[in-house]
């Protein structure tokens, strides 16, 4: 099982703090650093104010040298697809081939409305579309031409460049749809996210994408989970570090990673039962370094 830190800089957090939290991941031996791409903070006043996701990592593709880093997920109402493309492969081509492209529909109506982006009710088609045309542009040999019509997009006689360090860049589709998204991840992903749900939820996930595998023929994605982290050497440490983020220790546990370090091996364990093998820590309080290391220390060892 590896494990990825994941952040929410919306929240409030300048290119600095989260070159800390990225070094620090990569330090302590996590696999690697992804953040979500939003604009506008989901309560409190988000100062600094908001970093751009692809700006972001393409300053921590240079300084760091190993951990992967990606997004949680790029909305597909933010970039046209043939521009993401060309951003998400100058990341990887910058990092050495460490990108990874988490992709979704978007669901934070007020931060378009704020931004004024337009936010259409039905997004599903976008993203599919996203899916195809943004492969399709990284797998077009050099020299040769890629066009796209689809009911969102068109293009014509696009060179397909640049190309990615990487032969694919892994792509990461994730939600709960019952129908919909395990067959958009069995034919697209690399991997499948599950996020901020109880158990018998991601079990029931889990369950769809490998059906929607098996019925399209193809080999099940990576399965991975993520949760908010409130960790300790203690209850009452851990329940600090919930409060710290105005949170409730007890009413985390059905859907975060919190505890003692016995109460998150046993979960752990529990997710990978499910065959999970990857977990998103999700960090809210980015100045609680010491956390990380902890985790690193205290809890990846029983369960590497």
């Known amino acids: 099982m590896d494990f990825r830190v994941f952040t929410e800089p919306q929240q409030g957090a300048s290119y600095d703090d989260l070159l800390a939290v990225a070094q620090a991941t990569e330090r302590l031996g996590f696999d690697g650093f992804f953040r979500s791409d ?66 979704g529909t978007g669901w934070m109506e007020e931060e378009h409305t704020a931004l004024g982006v337009p936010f259409p009710a039905k997004r599903f088609g976008m993203l599919e579309e996203q899916l195809e045309l943004i492969t399709g542009l990284w797998s077009t040999p050099v020299g040769d031409r890629f066009s796209y019509e689809g009911e969102h997009y068109r293009l014509q006689n696009a ?50 994408v490998r059906q929607a595998s098996e019925a399209a023929e193809r080999e099940v994605p990576i399965l991975s989970i993520g949760g908010t982290i409130a960790v300790g050497a203690s209850t009452a440490d851990a329940q600090r570090r919930a409060e710290a ?16 370090p016995i109460e998150v091996v046993d979960r752990l364990g529990a997710f990978a039962e499910l065959g999970v093998t990857r977990v998103y820590l999700q960090l809210l309080d980015l100045q609680d370094l010491d956390q990380l290391e902890f985790f690193a220390t205290e809890i990846v060892p029983q369960v590497g």
């Open 245 to 260: 983020i105005g949170r409730d220790l007890d009413r985390m546990r059905p859907t975060g990673i919190v505890g003692t």
């Open 159 to 208: 060179p397909g460049l640049p190309k990615p360090t990487q032969s694919s860049v892994p792509i990461i589709v994730g939600g709960g749809g019952p129908k919909r998204t395990p067959a958009l991840a069995a034919r697209f992903a690399t991997e499948y996210n599950s996020v901020f749900v109880d158990l018998a939820e991601h079990r029931a996930r889990m369950a769809r």
């Open 38 to 103: 939003h604009f506008l903070s989901m309560g409190g006043d988000g100062l600094p104010g908001p970093t751009d996701a692809w700006t972001t990592l393409a300053g921590l593709a240079r300084e760091t040298s190993r951990i992967r880093l990606g997004t949680l997920v790029t909305s597909v109402t933010f970039r046209h697809p043939s521009i993401l493309a060309i951003q998400v492969a100058g990341v990887d081509q910058m990092s050495g081939g460490r990108v990874e492209l988490g992709l």
